[in-house]
């Protein structure tokens, strides 16, 4: 079955970097656009940032220029380099796949289990 497997939360301070990865098996990997999300407690889900097949990359307003998402299609992985971490970057990041751009920004079909990460200031 599909498996979508999010690391490298962590608590970091304000102004640190983390790197999340999400790890892709049961897809078709090259063929899925890619996302991540993210959630603060008492707040909605909210897009970060997304890749499609080709490569094209969108952004939350919120994280342009701090946030970059990338994939590797030989490792079945997407990547969100996060620098110039802020306190209210924290929440559950999550990773998700869809069959395009237009699916993976407004109903992805799936999803990870989600990583903490908590900035403090």
């Known amino acids: 079955q599909v498996q979508l497997v999010e690391s490298g939360g962590g608590l970091v301070q304000a102004g640190g970097s983390l790197r999340l990865s999400c790890a892709a098996s049961g897809l078709a990997f090259s063929l899925k656009a890619m996302a991540w999300y993210r959630q603060a407690p008492g707040k909605q889900r909210e897009l970060v940032a997304a890749i499609s097949i080709s490569g094209y990359t969108i952004y939350a307003d919120s994280v342009k220029g701090r946030f970059t998402i990338s994939r590797d299609n030989a490792k079945n992985t997407v990547y969100l380099q996060m620098n110039n971490l802020k306190p209210e970057d924290t929440a559950v990041y999550y990773c998700?796949?869809?069959?395009?751009?237009?699916?993976?920004?407004?109903?992805?079909?799936?999803w990870g289990q989600g990583t903490q990460v908590t900035v403090s200031s």
């Open positions: 998700a796949a869809g069959q395009n751009l237009a699916t993976v920004t407004r109903a992805a079909r799936y």
